[in-house]
């Protein structure tokens, strides 16, 4: 048996090991973000602590625009960018 055929792997095994990999990073992803927001353990949260919502709607994302916050800032920069007259 030579070299090169010991370490080939199926194009199969190198799906699952794919997905392994990437099911382990998602887990570990969601793990992390239930701890986002909290201290103590899981005991105190801030967003419900500090008024914050966990899940924002079209609104909330247009208040921000709206107000001039750096959210408009993000939103316009790139498309005045892009639709500048070039001279």
Same mark, same amino acid.
């Given at each position: 048996?030579?070299?090169?055929?010991s370490i080939q792997v199926?194009?199969?095994?190198?799906?699952e090991r794919f997905t /392994?990999? $990437?099911?382990?990073?998602?887990?570990? @992803?969601?793990?992390?973000? %239930? /701890?986002? !927001? %909290?201290? $103590? !353990? !899981? %005991? @105190? =949260?801030?967003?419900?602590?500090?008024?914050?919502?966990?899940? /924002?709607? $079209?609104?909330?994302? +247009?208040? %921000?625009? =709206? @107000?001039?916050?750096?959210?408009k800032v993000v939103i316009? @920069?790139?498309? =005045?960018?892009? +639709?500048?007259?070039?001279?």
């Amino acid at each position: 048996m030579d070299e090169d055929s010991s370490i080939q792997v199926s194009n199969n095994e190198m799906v699952e090991r794919f997905t /392994l990999a $990437f099911n382990s990073i998602i887990s570990d @992803r969601a793990k992390l973000s %239930k /701890l986002l !927001g %909290k201290s $103590f !353990g !899981g %005991k @105190r =949260d801030y967003y419900d602590k500090l008024g914050y919502k966990k899940e /924002l709607n $079209f609104d909330d994302y +247009w208040t %921000k625009y =709206d @107000r001039g916050d750096i959210a408009k800032v993000v939103i316009d @920069r790139p498309v =005045d960018k892009t +639709w500048k007259d070039k001279k």
